[in-house]
């Protein structure tokens, strides 16, 4: 779903981010409800992350809290999977009354909506915590917690009505400090022990520089980094070893399939301007930065030289057909061609002359 994607953004990041130097851990806790449910789409479910690793599922469906990875199941005693399973149908009830309570606060009682919030925190190698706390609601941001006054922002005019109230509910925005800034680093902190092995794995990214023509005699030029872990890299395109990140594109960090990351970086020049290009990555697994260079002599040579010999090819071809047109019957360096005669249809051949 395209609201899913949308709010897995502030999960998922850049291509180009500062994190190579120092690693950051996350916890996410994501809330769900739909107003018609159908196939794979419970209407309601909450689902934990440590960094990318699903680390809990609860659902309506299932009506229990099982775990994500087998580092969870092992490491949690079945009093914390308890009050999990305690916490998830309570936030089931509270999810399902505050449905209902938009759909009339926006007159949209009929159709498809849909509630979704993210919360947590960020713990830095330096121990620095930030929190975090989105509820949208249809694809729309509706409150927001303002990490550094620990104040609730509304996005639109429906908001401002939660937001009133949420402001005078003094024990509730406690209870939300508390979870957020002491009780998510608690327990991230001891789920990052327990993962440790997983979340502090290093993977050294391989890296491959590539071109191709574009319009207006342009060349764009590719840098496609993988198999690199954790997620967080820096991509940058340097031209005479300068950065050009400005000039740069990326379509973001994207999962490989087995376990690492992925991602392209891609910029247009003008071959005509003469400069040295490489690409530069930078990555928690990298004792130093890695630096490719784009070689155009490699990549161009081959093609003009290709270019060239099909047009003297031709060239030689067109020449041969217009002299034997204009001088039919000619000795030329062994044989020649003879005329035809009136011998009927045996009577025209080739004779080969020694």
Known sequence: MALALRLLLPLLGAAAL?????????RRIFHTVVSEPGPGLPWYSRVGYVDDQVIYVYTSEMQRVEPG???????????LWDLRLLWSRR????F??????LRELYNRTEGFHVIQTIC??????DGVIQVFYQDSY??????????????????????????????IEVDDNQGWKYYLQKYCRERLSQEIEYGKETLQR?????????????????????????????RDITVTWLRNGESRQQETYSEGILPSGDGTYQTWVTMEIDPRIKAHYSCRVEHESL???????WEPNNNLIPTVAGVITAVVLVGVIIGVVVWKKKHPGKKGDGYAVAQANDQGSNGSDLSAKA
């Open 96 to 101: 399902n009354t505050s449905l209902n309570a």
């Open 120 to 125: 947590g925190c960020d713990l830095r190698d």
């Open 287 to 293: 004792l130093e930065p890695l630096s490719i260079s």
């Open 138 to 167: 249809d694809g729309r941001d509706f409150l927001t917690l303002d990490k550094e006054t620990m104040t609730w922002v509304a996005a639109d005019i429906g908001a401002q009505i939660t937001k009133r109230r949420w402001d």
């Open 202 to 230: 290093k993977v050294r990214p391989t890296a491959r520089v590539s071109d191709r023509s574009f319009h207006d005699g342009l060349i764009t030029l590719s840098c496609k980094v993988s198999g690199f872990y954790p």
């Open 91 to 94: 936030w089931e009830a509270w």
């Open 18 to 26: 500062p994190g190579a130097r120092s690693r950051l851990h996350s």
């Open 69 to 79: 990875t087998a580092w969870m199941a092992q490491n949690e005693g079945p009093e």
